[in-house]
């Protein structure tokens, strides 16, 4: 199962950028198409089967919940079918990775040196999470 | 049965029931809160231990709404929107944990000085409603300007306010043409999903593809664990540096008065207000989520208690969103006979503190403990494919819910709007909330409307 999901992978060739993260098209227009079918489809199941068994002031409380439950049931069917395309390193952002990071963040370094240098508390919490070489590696080399 | 044991567990239901809603993306918190406090009304709780239950899952689910927001980039509600580009900023320098535990120590904060405060402020109150309620349209106005002023877009931002009032106050009525009713959840997801929905967009026009098409897939370097404290409880007075504790604090405090606000409106305020004012972007970002997501919790707490112990009357935006049951549940709460006819100020006290206390004993560590862990196991397993997927059947369904398809209609106009606006003009969402809220004021001044 697992080797098919990434044959079929290796052949799209592009990705899209959503919310900061990477999908392939097709997969984004069908696990919208699965979320709608499953989320809508269980609130209007739930619109026609509740008022048989439920108080009419509770109707539509509990086809909100199928509904949400639907939607739930298509995040895990979802996240089955189609697995993530980012890359999870757990290890320190090397230069290049840095680099771009600051300019996609259009970052002024003065500023955050300056930042660095005089707040040792906000410095050492950088230092922990082994993000402050990122904002201080052009600085070293100067 | 003691009253007392009734609460408790009625909190420790809520607590859990909560922890859990709020880790699910995108949960409208008046879609879920109403539902489950009517449920707990008509199955017929004492009405002390309904305050404990709604108390207990006000703090859970605004601690744990911070988790998909910070580890996924996608709003835990409509709350959360304002927190976005800096939780997203946090996420790519690899640091998605720091962000939650940071935004939910400042949470815990929030909500622990906004309690007694508006519980206090409450019992002199009487006398300013009317002010509060007759210049709120006035201060969101002057707030748009202000807030788009500062935002990425400055004058374009603030030359587009008219326009989307325009706008909204056109979807308005036309919805209420059709429907009778003036619609709210629609407009908010609208705005909300904006950015995601733009993207999507973008993806689909043939001319504009090129700026979003990406040749590998994204890298994330996530931080390694640090955990400052021993055992099971984390203190959160040393999850924040000093300044982070002062400006959380001192929002908190302020917000706790602006009863009549919207809680989102007030979040983007003080958050930006404080955000201009620090240099460096890893302690703006990690300061400006502490501090919003106090403001968050401190609102909630603050406009459900207020017009509660005050008045009785539903007089603020959460009072007549996710607290509405608590003043009127038919048949077993009205406007006349509720929560404020039924307990004393020492009732509220009481009985809101237990709410409080295991609400936040239940989410709070549970959130410190686990939120990298669950970074990790979400970035690993959960595709963002499957993400925009429930987020956007999420959004159908609570739209539908409030106004059928006509609902649907109004959430993905002001989506394709506001979210374009957002992406390529930078208008920030925050600016967008504070247009809605000013709308109706600024239609009704320029063209009588």
């Given at each position: 199962m697992n080797d098919e999901m990434k044959s079929s992978e290796s052949e799209s060739d592009y990705y899209v950028e959503i919310l900061g993260d990477t999908v392939s098209p097709s997969h984004v227009l069908y696990s919208i198409l699965i979320s709608i079918v499953l989320g809508l489809g269980g609130f209007l199941i739930g619109k026609q089967f509740f008022p048989l068994v439920a108080e009419d002031t509770m109707v539509n409380s509990y086809s909100l919940l199928l509904g949400i439950a639907g939607c739930v049931a298509a995040l895990v069917l979802s996240a089955i079918l189609f697995r993530p395309k980012r890359i999870l390193t757990e290890s320190q952002a090397n230069k290049e990775d840095a680099n771009k990071l600051l300019k996609d963040l259009q970052v002024d370094l003065d500023e955050e040196y300056e930042v660095i240098r005089k707040d040792p508390v906000t410095r050492k919490e950088m230092e922990d999470l082994q993000i402050a070489d990122i904002f201080t590696h052009d600085e070293k080399e100067k | 049965m003691d009253i007392y044991v009734i609460s408790i567990l009625l909190a420790v239901v809520g607590g859990v029931l909560f922890t859990l809603i709020g880790l699910i993306s995108g949960s409208d918190e008046t879609a879920t809160m109403v539902p489950f406090t009517l449920l707990v009304i008509l199955l017929g709780a004492p009405p002390v231990a309904v305050f404990s239950f709604f108390m207990a899952a006000v703090i859970s689910k605004h601690l744990t709404h911070a988790a998909p927001t910070a580890l996924m980039g996608i709003p835990g509600d409509t709350m959360m929107v304002p927190l976005l580009d800096y939780t997203e900023t946090l996420r790519k320098l690899g640091v998605p944990h720091i962000a939650v535990r940071k935004m939910i120590s400042g949470g815990l904060i929030g909500a622990l000085i906004s309690f007694p405060v508006s519980l206090l402020f409450a019992q002199f109150l009487g006398q300013f409603a009317e002010f509060f309620k007759e210049y709120t349209g006035v201060i969101f106005a002057v707030a748009a300007v202000i807030i788009a002023y500062f935002s990425k877009g400055k004058w374009v931002s603030v030359l587009l306010i008219v326009p989307f009032a325009m706008l909204i106050q056109g979807l308005n009525?036309?919805?209420?043409?059709?429907?009778?009713?003036?619609?709210?959840?629609?407009?908010?997801?609208?705005?909300?999903?904006?950015?995601?929905?733009?993207?999507?967009?973008?993806?689909?026009?043939?001319?504009?593809?090129?700026?979003?098409?990406?040749?590998?897939?994204?890298?994330?370097?996530?931080?390694?664990?640090?955990?400052?404290?021993?055992?099971?409880?984390?203190?959160?007075?040393?999850?924040?540096?000093?300044?982070?504790?002062?400006?959380?604090?001192?929002?908190?405090?302020?917000?706790?008065?602006?009863?009549?606000?919207?809680?989102?409106?007030?979040?983007?305020?003080?958050?930006?207000?404080?955000?201009?004012?620090?240099?460096?972007?890893?302690?703006?970002?990690?300061?400006?989520?502490?501090?919003?997501?106090?403001?968050?919790?401190?609102?909630?707490?603050?406009?459900?208690?207020?017009?509660?112990?005050?008045?009785?009357?539903?007089?603020?935006?959460?009072?007549?969103?996710?607290?509405?049951?608590?003043?009127?549940a038919p048949p077993v709460f009205s406007v006349d006979h509720n929560l404020h006819h039924l307990m004393s100020s020492w009732d509220f006290f009481?009985?809101?503190?237990?709410?409080?206390?295991?609400?936040a004993i239940i989410a709070y560590p549970f959130v410190m403990n686990y939120s990298r862990k669950a970074t990790v196991f979400i970035m690993k397993y959960i595709s963002q494919e499957a993400i925009i997927g429930m987020f956007i059947a999420i959004v159908c369904v609570i739209a539908y819910y409030e106004g059928q398809v006509t609902g649907i209609l109004v959430t993905f106009t002001v989506a394709a709007v506001g979210g374009l606006f957002n992406r390529i003009l930078g208008v920030g969402s925050g600016v967008q909330f504070m247009i809605y809220y000013g709308s109706a004021w600024i239609m009704a001044v320029l063209i009588g409307l």
């Amino acid at each position: 199962m697992n080797d098919e999901m990434k044959s079929s992978e290796s052949e799209s060739d592009y990705y899209v950028e959503i919310l900061g993260d990477t999908v392939s098209p097709s997969h984004v227009l069908y696990s919208i198409l699965i979320s709608i079918v499953l989320g809508l489809g269980g609130f209007l199941i739930g619109k026609q089967f509740f008022p048989l068994v439920a108080e009419d002031t509770m109707v539509n409380s509990y086809s909100l919940l199928l509904g949400i439950a639907g939607c739930v049931a298509a995040l895990v069917l979802s996240a089955i079918l189609f697995r993530p395309k980012r890359i999870l390193t757990e290890s320190q952002a090397n230069k290049e990775d840095a680099n771009k990071l600051l300019k996609d963040l259009q970052v002024d370094l003065d500023e955050e040196y300056e930042v660095i240098r005089k707040d040792p508390v906000t410095r050492k919490e950088m230092e922990d999470l082994q993000i402050a070489d990122i904002f201080t590696h052009d600085e070293k080399e100067k | 049965m003691d009253i007392y044991v009734i609460s408790i567990l009625l909190a420790v239901v809520g607590g859990v029931l909560f922890t859990l809603i709020g880790l699910i993306s995108g949960s409208d918190e008046t879609a879920t809160m109403v539902p489950f406090t009517l449920l707990v009304i008509l199955l017929g709780a004492p009405p002390v231990a309904v305050f404990s239950f709604f108390m207990a899952a006000v703090i859970s689910k605004h601690l744990t709404h911070a988790a998909p927001t910070a580890l996924m980039g996608i709003p835990g509600d409509t709350m959360m929107v304002p927190l976005l580009d800096y939780t997203e900023t946090l996420r790519k320098l690899g640091v998605p944990h720091i962000a939650v535990r940071k935004m939910i120590s400042g949470g815990l904060i929030g909500a622990l000085i906004s309690f007694p405060v508006s519980l206090l402020f409450a019992q002199f109150l009487g006398q300013f409603a009317e002010f509060f309620k007759e210049y709120t349209g006035v201060i969101f106005a002057v707030a748009a300007v202000i807030i788009a002023y500062f935002s990425k877009g400055k004058w374009v931002s603030v030359l587009l306010i008219v326009p989307f009032a325009m706008l909204i106050q056109g979807l308005n009525l036309l919805s209420f043409e059709v429907l009778g009713k003036n619609l709210a959840i629609s407009f908010f997801l609208g705005i909300a999903i904006g950015p995601m929905f733009s993207d999507i967009l973008i993806a689909l026009s043939s001319s504009a593809r090129k700026d979003v098409v990406r040749k590998h897939p994204q890298k994330y370097n996530l931080a390694p664990e640090i955990k400052s404290w021993s055992g099971y409880f984390p203190n959160p007075l040393r999850i924040l540096t000093s300044p982070q504790k002062w400006f959380t604090s001192f929002s908190s405090f302020i917000t706790s008065f602006t009863f009549t606000f919207s809680p989102t409106g007030m979040t983007a305020l003080m958050g930006e207000l404080v955000g201009s004012r620090i240099k460096g972007l890893y302690k703006r970002s990690t300061t400006t989520v502490s501090v919003m997501n106090g403001v968050t919790e401190s609102t909630y707490i603050a406009e459900t208690i207020i017009p509660l112990v005050a008045f009785g009357l539903p007089l603020s935006p959460m009072a007549l969103g996710p607290a509405a049951a608590l003043f009127n549940a038919p048949p077993v709460f009205s406007v006349d006979h509720n929560l404020h006819h039924l307990m004393s100020s020492w009732d509220f006290f009481i009985f809101g503190a237990i709410g409080l206390i295991v609400g936040a004993i239940i989410a709070y560590p549970f959130v410190m403990n686990y939120s990298r862990k669950a970074t990790v196991f979400i970035m690993k397993y959960i595709s963002q494919e499957a993400i925009i997927g429930m987020f956007i059947a999420i959004v159908c369904v609570i739209a539908y819910y409030e106004g059928q398809v006509t609902g649907i209609l109004v959430t993905f106009t002001v989506a394709a709007v506001g979210g374009l606006f957002n992406r390529i003009l930078g208008v920030g969402s925050g600016v967008q909330f504070m247009i809605y809220y000013g709308s109706a004021w600024i239609m009704a001044v320029l063209i009588g409307l």
